[in-house]
């Protein structure tokens, strides 16, 4: 048994051995100790001993670039400054999701506290699909928008941005998605992931879009000080628009590091003082009674706003992010929730679907199933519970009546799918696709699917088998029973904001033994554990109840004692603070 395995577990219930996070790795001089969790939870996250102190803290002046290193953002920047100070007509052009809404909601409000009149479009997600139709900017051009901005989409509008450029207005887009090297004529085409970007530039790759569109934000302002614009007027201050940035980058699944952790931070903070009263109304419908954390922005706020674009009115994320009036903004977030509802119910059904069809295809590379009759809101969501539950990449298609198929995918840490996609592309297996290393999208005719699975799995399956073959669950600390409570919990958030990129802390807790073992919700597994010296812990393993380990524990002698691992998390819900371990593991002790 190797000495690496964190409390003697080679091979868990799942099959899976327990080792460190990284530390020893990533830690140069041996003999060197971290002298307090937090360094500790930093070090093991592959951040060097002599840049602790500024990811312990991270705030958007110690992490923010020059804007300038990208490519077209000084141009960018330039085209907008001369439509702020002639008053031109502006419109923002936004992708129906999270990213896309935080991001167009960004841009208007900064243009307004600017004297200006922006307006939105957002298209229908299932009657125009993803990213500008060249008929949408050539009809908003006919209505006398002079600029046009596309956020979150535009990167591989080649046709669209060509029929525009033939109208008489100027596209500037904000875009983080994958490029070809061939990029679509634009005014300005900013975006971290362009072939051509210089090295400092192309390392905030994992920027979400409006992220993307902070920085052009700062270079405007920036531009707009040095003609002498704010002389005899207040400037806006881009950091309150901070909370719609950290919602953006979360919900869109951005990798949490560097500048974006920053980003979090200090959004949250801005977040938490109420400013945008939209966000406000969300939390309310949503109810939150505290400030909210990164967790409530992927898994409370985000799934709502989605919800307008996936099953809904598209405008709605946006609308409901931009909007001063206090009856308008309840009256969208109480929308937003009825149709999270209609959207979980019809995610449900679809999900069933999926399931079959995977499990009848056997152990493909890429997880790829497609059908007939599936709403295209909701594939997406399809897809990331599918990779959740399989392991390895997922794309769900919904095909139309005419056998056209629009597909959203999933992807698992080192498998760039959004790459793999672009070259199914241009072998010419795709009508249309894009996106980035963990997701994509695309539309596929209805009998190119088989072929498009073979390339996906010649493609990605080595990178998947690498990925996968590693199985190892990461630890950052091992408790005694006593150990799991709320001040632990605390001590650990010091070293968040956790999430894509930033795992957050994984513990085992042991030796145990199962006090009570049950079933509840849909198909959650329920569990009371005690430690020898009678200290006892609660713990959940969400949809895991069918599961080997559910199973196992269901099934567990009272008397054998065992290790657990998982997320400790705190309960307020008692008369007073606890905290519980969300299952991801266990191993027997004996």
């Not at 450029?165 to 992931?193: E, M, T, Y």
């Not at 709502?304 to 996936?310: C, K, L």
């Not at 309960?571 to 191993?587: F, Q, Y």
Request: net charge negative; aromatic share 4%.
């Amino acid at each position: 048994m190797s000495p690496d395995h964190v409390c003697g577990v080679s091979r868990s219930i799942l099959g899976r051995a327990w080792r460190w996070r990284g530390l020893a790795a990533d830690v140069a001089d041996a003999n060197f100790v971290p002298d307090d969790l937090v360094a500790q939870l930093l070090l093991a996250r592959g951040v060097a001993r002599a840049d602790i102190e500024r990811h312990r803290a991270p705030t958007i002046r110690s992490f923010m670039p020059d804007p300038s290193i990208f490519r077209d953002m000084d141009r960018a920047a330039a085209r907008l400054a001369d439509a702020v100070a002639a008053r031109e007509p502006v419109t923002i052009f936004g992708d129906y999701d999270v990213d896309g809404a935080t991001s167009a909601a960004l841009l208007i409000r900064l243009l307004r506290g600017l004297g200006c009149d922006p307006q939105a479009y957002i298209p229908d997600r299932l009657m125009e699909g993803y990213g500008p139709s060249g008929e949408a900017l050539v009809r908003i051009a006919a209505g006398g928008a002079k600029l046009i901005v596309t956020v979150d989409c535009g990167a591989q509008a080649y046709e669209a941005l060509d029929m525009a450029r033939v109208a008489g207005v100027d596209v500037i887009v904000v875009d983080h998605h994958k490029c070809a090297s061939a990029l679509p004529v634009a005014l300005a085409l900013v975006n971290p992931n362009r072939l051509d970007e210089a090295e400092d530039a192309a390392s905030h790759g994992h920027l979400a879009a409006v992220g993307v569109a902070f920085l052009l934000g700062a270079a405007l302002l920036r531009l707009l000080r040095g003609r002498g614009f704010f002389a005899d007027r207040p400037e806006p201050r881009l950091v309150d628009l901070l909370d719609l940035v950290a919602l953006g980058t979360v919900a869109d699944v951005a990798s949490l590091r560097g500048l974006n952790r920053a980003f979090v931070t200090q959004g949250l903070k801005v977040m938490a003082q109420g400013r945008n009263i939209g966000l406000v109304a969300l939390m309310d419908a949503a109810r939150l009674t505290r400030a909210p954390t990164a967790t409530d922005l992927g898994f409370a706020l985000g799934p709502r706003i989605n919800a307008g674009g996936r099953v809904g009115k598209s405008d709605l994320g946006v609308r409901l992010l931009t909007s001063e009036d206090e009856e308008e903004v309840r009256g969208i977030a109480a929308e937003l929730e009825r149709l999270n509802e209609e959207r979980r119910a019809i995610e449900a059904i679809v999900s069933e679907a999926a399931e079959a069809l995977c499990k009848a295809q056997g152990n493909r590379a890429v997880a790829l199933v497609a059908s007939r009759g599936w709403h295209a809101g909701v594939i997406g969501i399809v897809a990331s519970r599918l990779k959740e539950k399989l392991g390895r990449p997922a794309i769900v298609v919904a095909l139309d009546e005419d056998g056209l198929g629009k597909g959203s995918g999933r992807s698992i840490g080192g498998v760039d799918l959004g790459a793999a996609v672009l070259a199914a592309k241009d072998s010419g297996l795709l009508v249309a696709g894009g996106g980035h290393a963990m997701a994509a999208g695309l539309t596929v005719a209805g009998d190119k699917i088989d072929a498009l699975r073979d390339f996906l799995d010649a493609r990605l399956g080595a990178a998947i088998a690498t990925a996968q073959e590693d199985r190892a669950l990461l630890l950052d600390a091992v408790l005694a029973p006593g150990g799991v409570c709320p001040d632990f919990c605390d001590a650990l958030d010091a070293g968040g904001p956790y999430g894509a990129g930033w795992p957050g802390p994984r513990v085992a807790a042991g030796p145990v033994r199962i006090v009570k073992a049950d079933v509840v919700g849909s198909n959650h597994l329920r569990l009371v554990v005690a430690g020898d010296d009678g200290r006892r812990i609660k713990a959940i393993a969400f949809r895991m109840a069918e599961s080997e380990l559910g199973q196992a524990m269901l099934a567990a002698p009272s008397h054998r004692k065992l290790w657990i691992a998982g997320r400790i998390k705190r309960d307020d819900w008692g008369s007073r603070p606890s905290a519980e371990i969300h299952l991801e593991d266990a191993a027997w002790a004996d």
